[in-house]
């Protein structure tokens, strides 16, 4: 009894509906999205999981070392074929340029008339010559002898020295020693010595005997020769007639203004 109510409830549901279907007009597509929405969702499929004993062959085959293939042996090269031996070439020489000299050597400093010089040209001194343009006297001279140094006869001087000093706008003469002894033949040197500046001032010394003389001439006139170069005056052999006498003589220091500035008064004795 129970089956055939609900079959005809069943079958009264199912009449219902269809004339609710046919009376109600259509509905929008949103009225169907909503009905679609209402049915039941299909069953989620599950996510076939990947066989795990073929995952791990895979993995062993990455792993695994690729197998080495032998190499086959290469073939033997060609023989190399013989290279000729490279000819030997000889050194040319390099050509030399042809020099022609004009005349003989001349250096560039020497005033030449042919060829005009400039205003500022300023010639070289003649010290700047070169020593091969100079005669040179041969290495050996200096030790040459003449013949009037062995031929004549040697005389024996005494020194004397005589300082020239300048100081206070005067002039001083002094000798050294005031006394000479000579014997016959013999000689005096003259050393002249110039002190403060005298060889400025001073231009000549003049040595002076009575007459007669002990000497060959009674007058002898030394003039200065120049800087740093020494001033010497020699008297020659006292004559004969001088000997046992004690002769005085004179020194005078003459300017370039020929007047006396200094003068001394030293003696000599000659023995027999």
């Known amino acids: 009894m ?15 509906l269809i004339k609710k279907v046919v009376a109600r007009p259509s509905r929008p597509k949103g009225a169907a999205k909503r009905v679609a929405k209402k049915a039941a969702p299909a069953p989620k499929r599950a996510a076939a999981k990947p066989p795990k004993p073929a995952a791990r062959e895979t993995l062993n085959a990455r792993k695994a070392p690729a197998p080495v293939q032998k190499h ?18 000889k050194r040319s020489r390099r050509s030399r340029p042809r020099v022609q000299s004009s ?19 300023i010639p070289a001194p003649p010290r700047a010559e070169a020593p091969s343009l100079v005669a ?9 002898v003449a013949t ?21 706008g005067r002039v001083f003469l002094a ?17 002249f010595r110039y002190v403060g500046g005298a060889d400025v001032v001073v231009d000549e010394l003049v040595i002076e005997f009575e007459k007669p003389s002990p000497f060959t001439q009674s007058t002898f006139r030394s003039r200065r020769p ?6 010497r005056q020699l008297s020659g052999p006292v ?9 005085r003589y004179s020194i005078r220091a003459i300017s370039p203004f020929k007047t006396e500035m200094a003068a001394a008064m030293p003696w000599i004795t000659v023995t027999v």
């Open 2 to 16: 129970a089956k055939a109510q609900g079959k005809k409830t069943a079958g009264k549901a199912r009449k219902r």
């Open 72 to 89: 086959a042996k290469p073939a033997p090269p060609p023989p190399a074929r013989p290279t000729p031996r490279p000819v030997e070439k």
């Open 103 to 121: 005349g003989p050597p001349s250096a560039t400093w020497f005033v030449q008339g042919e060829k005009p010089r400039s205003s500022s040209f």
């Open 136 to 144: 040179a006297p041969p290495a050996s001279s200096d030790r040459l």
């Open 148 to 168: 009037h140094e062995l031929t004549e006869f040697a005389v024996r001087t005494v020194p004397v020295r005589v300082d020239v000093e300048a100081g206070g």
């Open 175 to 191: 000798a050294n020693p005031e006394e000479v002894t000579l014997a016959v033949g013999e000689g005096i040197e003259w050393d």
């Open 226 to 231: 120049g800087t740093a170069r020494p001033h």
């Open 239 to 247: 004559h004969k007639n001088a000997a046992g006498k004690r002769v």
